[in-house]
C-alpha cells in the first residue's frame, strides 16, 4: 500500500526566502505526481502534474522534481511571498490504482 | 461554469437526518472522485466513477454511504442516518479518464452534524 509523507508538517518563514516542501513515497510505481496546494475553507487547486517519466515541471517561481529511484519529489518556492501562504499537498496515483493517495500537506505562512 | 462545481457549500443538519451533496465536473471529465476531508487529517477517498459505472468503492465508510453519477456527469452523494462522525468537508475532483491527467476540485461541501 502506498503510504505518502510530507515534512516539514508546517512552516513559517520571512517573506523573500527560497522554500523546499518534501514529499516521500514508499511505492516508486506511479503513473504521475501531482502539487496542490489549498487555501483555508477552499478546495484543492492544482499546481503542477509530473508524468512518471518527467524528472521535474516548472510553473513560474514554482519548481517541482521528481526521483522515483529514491521515493522523492520536492517542490521549490522561489522568493516567496505572502500570497503563497497556504497548505501544499502532494498526491500519486499508483499500484496500478487511479486513486490517488495523498500526503498530508505542508502549511506554509509566510509573513511579512 | 468552468470548474467543479458543488452544492450546496455548507450544510447543518440533525443527526439522523439524510443528506445529499451534489457535484457537477467540469464538462468532458469522465472520472470523478468523492474525497472527505476531517479536521486535521488528510483526504480520506471515498468512492471513484468512470463514466456512469463506479469500479472503486472501497473507501465508503459504511453502507450509510452511497453516490451515484447519471448521464455521465453530475454526481450525488447521499448519506443516510446522518451520525457526528460524518462531519467533514467534502470533496468532488474530477479528470479526463487516462490516470496521467490531473484532477481538478470543487471547493467542497462542509457538512455540521448537530
Known amino acids: 500500500k502506498q503510504e505518502v509523507t510530507q515534512i516539514p508538517a508546517a512552516l513559517s518563514v520571512p517573506e523573500g526566502e527560497n522554500l523546499v516542501l518534501n514529499c516521500s513515497f514508499t511505492?516508486?510505481?506511479?503513473?504521475?505526481l501531482q502539487w496542490f496546494r489549498q487555501d483555508p475553507g477552499k478546495g484543492l487547486t492544482s499546481l503542477l502534474l509530473?508524468?512518471?517519466?518527467?524528472r521535474e515541471q516548472t510553473s513560474g517561481r514554482l519548481n517541482a522534481s521528481l526521483d522515483k529511484s529514491s521515493g522523492r519529489s520536492t517542490l521549490y518556492i522561489a522568493a516567496s511571498q505572502p500570497g503563497d501562504s497556504a497548505t501544499y499537498l502532494c498526491?500519486?496515483?499508483?499500484?496500478?490504482?487511479?486513486?490517488?493517495?495523498f500526503g498530508r500537506g505542508t502549511s506554509l505562512i509566510v509573513h511579512p | 461554469g468552468a470548474g467543479v462545481s458543488q452544492s450546496p457549500s455548507n450544510k447543518v443538519t440533525e443527526k439522523g437526518k439524510d443528506v445529499e451533496l451534489r457535484c457537477d465536473p467540469i464538462?468532458?471529465?469522465?472520472?470523478l472522485y468523492w474525497y472527505r476531508q476531517s479536521l486535521g487529517q488528510g483526504l480520506e477517498f471515498l468512492i471513484y466513477?468512470?463514466?456512469?459505472?463506479?469500479?472503486?468503492k472501497s473507501g465508503l465508510p459504511s453502507d450509510r454511504f452511497s453516490a451515484e453519477r447519471t448521464g455521465g456527469s453530475v454526481s450525488t452523494l447521499t448519506i443516510q442516518r446522518t451520525q457526528q462522525e460524518d462531519s467533514a468537508v467534502y470533496l468532488c475532483?474530477?479528470?479526463?479518464?487516462?490516470?496521467?491527467?490531473?484532477?481538478?476540485f470543487g471547493d467542497g461541501t462542509r457538512l455540521s452534524i448537530l
Open positions: 511505492d516508486s510505481a506511479i503513473y504521475n
Open positions: 464538462s468532458g471529465h469522465t472520472a
Open positions: 498526491a500519486l496515483p499508483s499500484g496500478g490504482s487511479y486513486i490517488p493517495t
Open positions: 475532483a474530477s479528470s479526463l479518464r487516462d490516470p496521467g491527467q490531473p484532477q481538478h
Open positions: 466513477f468512470q463514466g456512469n459505472s463506479a469500479p472503486d
Open positions: 509530473i508524468q512518471s517519466s518527467q
